[in-house]
């Protein structure tokens, strides 16, 4: 009776934990040679970037407590929005910093305006982006529509994985062409 007075005999659920996926890297091989450095840059709602998985529904946001991100939210993205880029385009390293000491870099700033999860419906992402190579400036923004596959969480990080390819689409679309 006192441990059930106490709290501390509650019984608690496992924590399980969620990893986004760039897909299929089997286009990505070693770069020794690349020919544009892309230093990428990322922002995400604090609302989202948070180690607790964040749902969207019509009276606001369900946080659950137990399903998290295995790393930060934003740390994810930019991984996994480099590796999409990288697909896309072989001749491209992309980097958080500068790597290369000669050449232009290109720098990519992308702001997640907007990221809505729904389970089992869809994952809304808001997006706006600059790229700067040179002194050529694009700049985008749009809004990325991702279908969930059924109710489960893992399709729910799938459409996500989705969201942030059709981003991808659009940033390779907007870079310099390569040799």
Known sequence: MLCMLAGGCAIGRPDHFHALDAGNLASVGAKSHFVMQVKLRVSLPTMVDRD????????????????????PLSEQFTSVLGQDLEER?????????????????????????QLSMVKGVETRMEARWRIESG???????EMFVAPVRSVGLNDLVGSLNDAIA???DRLVAGLPAGN
């Open 52 to 71: 607790e998985m964040v749902l969207s529904n019509p009276g606001g946001v369900t946080i659950l407590e137990h399903e998290r991100w295995a790393s």
């Open 89 to 113: 385009r072989p001749n491209v390293l992309v980097t958080s910093r500068n790597l290369a000491q000669n050449g232009p870099t290109t720098s990519i700033a992308v702001e997640v305006v």
């Open 135 to 141: 002194t050529n400036v694009a700049q985008g923004r």
């Open 166 to 168: 059709a981003l991808a």
